[in-house]
């Protein structure tokens, strides 16, 4: 069992930039590739990053790409999501989630493909 603590949300102006941390507790935090999700009101909950267990190979949302950095710490079962330049459009609720995988396979943008999941934190980008 891995628990996720989301923080680091709040309200931004556009333009502005928030991280966001995930907190891992329980097994062994460096097994398992870390991805971000989102979900707006009225939508699906959607990819936005993941990270592998080392933090060598990343992937993320083309709606994101070039603007938000997922990273990770695991000497603080740490991983987090910078984001920058935010847009009105990123306003949602983050969640972080955690899949077990020790390799080099990239992480999946699927929300089935991951086992553990964080409440979540809400994201506001006025305009």
């Known amino acids: 069992q891995v628990w996720l603590v989301e923080s680091g949300g709040g309200l931004v102006q556009a333009g502005g930039s928030l991280r966001l941390s995930c907190a891992a507790s329980?097994?062994?935090?460096?097994?398992?590739?870390v991805g971000w999700f989102r979900q707006a009101p009225g939508k699906e909950r959607e990819f936005v990053a993941a990270?592998?267990?080392?933090?060598?190979?990343?992937r993320y949302a083309d709606s994101v790409k070039g603007r938000f950095t997922i990273s990770r710490d695991n000497a603080k079962n740490t991983a987090y999501l910078q984001m920058n330049s935010l847009k009105p459009e990123d306003t949602a609720v983050y969640y972080c989630?955690?899949?077990?995988?020790?390799?080099?396979?990239?992480?999946?943008?699927?929300?089935?493909?991951?086992?553990?999941w964080g409440q979540g934190t809400q994201v506001t980008v006025s305009s």
């Open positions: 329980g097994r062994t935090f460096s097994n398992y590739g």
């Open positions: 989630a955690a899949q077990f995988r020790p390799t080099t396979q990239p992480m999946g943008t699927m929300v089935d493909e991951y086992s553990y």
């Open positions: 990270i592998s267990w080392s933090g060598g190979r990343t």
